[in-house]
């Protein structure tokens, strides 16, 4: 069974899915420099390109947001009009969002209202008795509903106090559509690690979050597991060791799998190539078949990789060579099968001509190498802004009553311009002594212990203070 972890009172965002003590996904994202998908934002036509068919739109984000003119409901807007728009994709490596003007609003996989359309649509999936139902409960006025399939588990009551709900939510949004004169975001219900929740809500035994808010919000969107949902007010001590250990994994490119094999993963701002290593291969070696065997272990384990990595874009899975069409077509089949479960729009292509297979999987928002890491160097190096974040949590789940801290003095600047320094300082308990050691790379805890002893060795030693937290 698995526990999520959810952090939201920190600058980083965090939400880890923890199973035997160790983390297998996480997410991550800083609201302050992050773009929601599903977020809804005021926008400012800044330029309308025929020949893109799109248009190019100011939501208050460094980079204007890209509309492709199919997603427009009514006619071409003119230069300097406002219009309401949706991110259906995030920002990424300097591209600006990708916007729609068709509305929806869900709060979870069971409804999605839909203002700007007129009708009730019902999955397909339900039995036509309990469509017949659903449509005698919800009285629409040129408004749109969309029943998914997990609304039928609904009663009636549920599902009308969600739809009225998502009603109250849009309502909200035209009143700040009024009162908002500049670009910017209206609308934003993310909750960090919705994505896993959802993919593992029957599997979950905990949600365990940082804050009472949090901890309604869940209830809220995802009744159904309002009696696993606790507020833990250590969690980030708890959740930081397990974060910064599947930084590690997620930094080591090959990946050990069973029998031996391994696989590679390696991801550049272009694409992201997986290659399969059976030179440890320890199964019955079989001229025919090892090789399609060794390419059936590979593929899970690379689907598996892509899930807890989040790795999006172009992918490219170097698989060992099959002589034969039907073991290609196995492992094709085998790949689009256990494709078609994943949450995310994923295109398999096959294998090309050159054998290696390719697939597509949609981008919504940075994976966490890119969210992380510097991919520009060979070895995936911690971006600055990641050990800012790392620090934080060091410093909220300290145990020790006091600390001296030695810090590197462009680190610190860094950090105290990174984090809110104010916000910092009412969170941290424990009295923290910063430190000045050019000597180091970033920070290093030099003593810890109780606040007597920490007095006596800065009695006794000589240090440049920079700051006590």
């Not at 090789?291 to 172009?314: F, H, P, T, V």
């Not at 090309?352 to 994976?367: A, I, N, Q, V, Y």
């Not at 801290?405 to 969170?427: A, R, T, V, W």
Request: aromatic share 8%; proline share 3%; glycine share 4%.
């Amino acid at each position: 069974m698995k526990t999520l972890y959810l952090s939201e009172t920190l600058s980083e965002h965090v939400a880890c899915l923890v199973k035997d003590d160790h983390c297998i996904e996480a997410e991550a994202y800083v609201p302050e420099k992050s773009a929601n998908v599903d977020a809804i934002y005021l926008g400012q036509v800044k330029r309308v390109d025929k020949s893109l068919n799109a248009l190019f739109i100011d939501i208050g984000l460094p980079t204007a947001a890209y509309l492709d003119m199919k997603d427009l409901y009514n006619q071409v807007p003119t230069e300097g009009a406002f219009l309401l728009v949706q991110i259906i994709k995030a920002p990424f490596l300097g591209k600006g969002a990708r916007v729609t003007e068709k509305i929806n609003l869900k709060m979870n996989t069971a409804m999605v209202y839909l203002p700007l359309e007129t009708g009730l649509f019902i999955s397909n999936k339900i039995d036509q008795e309990k469509q017949t139902s659903i449509r005698g409960w919800f009285m629409l006025e040129d408004e749109g509903l969309l029943i998914r399939t997990k609304g039928a588990a609904y009663s009636k009551e549920a599902a009308i106090a969600l739809f009225e709900q998502l009603k109250t939510y849009w309502q909200e949004i035209l009143l700040k559509r009024k009162q908002v004169k500049k670009p910017g975001c209206l609308f934003d219900e993310h909750i960090i690690g919705e994505a896993l929740l959802m993919e593992n809500s029957e599997t979950l035994t905990h949600v365990l979050v940082d804050s009472q808010m949090l901890k309604q919000r869940i209830i809220n969107r995802f009744p159904d597991v309002k009696e696993r949902v606790f507020y833990k007010h250590d969690l980030i001590a708890q959740l930081a060791p397990k974060i910064e250990a599947f930084m590690v994994s997620l930094a080591q490119p090959v990946i050990p799998l069973t029998k031996g094999i391994e696989i590679v993963v390696e991801s550049t701002e272009a694409m992201t190539v997986i290659d399969v290593n059976s030179a440890g291969f320890t199964g019955k070696v079989n001229t025919h078949d090892s090789a399609l065997k060794i390419n059936e272990i590979a593929a899970k384990g690379a689907l598996k990789a892509i899930e807890a990595r989040n790795i999006s874009g172009m992918i490219v899975i170097d698989f060992l060579r099959m002589p034969k069409k039907q073991m290609r077509d196995q492992i094709e089949k085998l790949m689009k099968t256990t494709l078609k479960s994943s949450d995310r729009t994923t295109q398999a292509y096959g294998f090309s001509r050159m054998g290696l297979f390719e697939m597509t999987r949609k981008r919504t928002d940075k994976s966490l190498s890119h969210h992380w890491f510097d991919l520009t160097t060979k070895q995936l190096i911690k971006k600055p802004s990641t050990v800012y974040y790392e620090f934080e949590r060091l410093l909220i789940g300290f145990h020790d009553e006091a600390a001296i801290i030695e810090m590197h003095p462009d680190f610190y600047q860094g950090f105290i311009n990174e984090i809110e320094q104010s916000s910092l300082k009412e969170k941290v308990k424990q009295e923290i002594i910063l430190v000045e050691n050019d000597a180091i790379n970033a920070f290093n805890i030099k003593h810890a212990g109780s606040s007597a002893l920490i007095n006596q060795v800065i009695k006794e030693k000589q240090f440049k203070h920079i700051d006590i937290l």
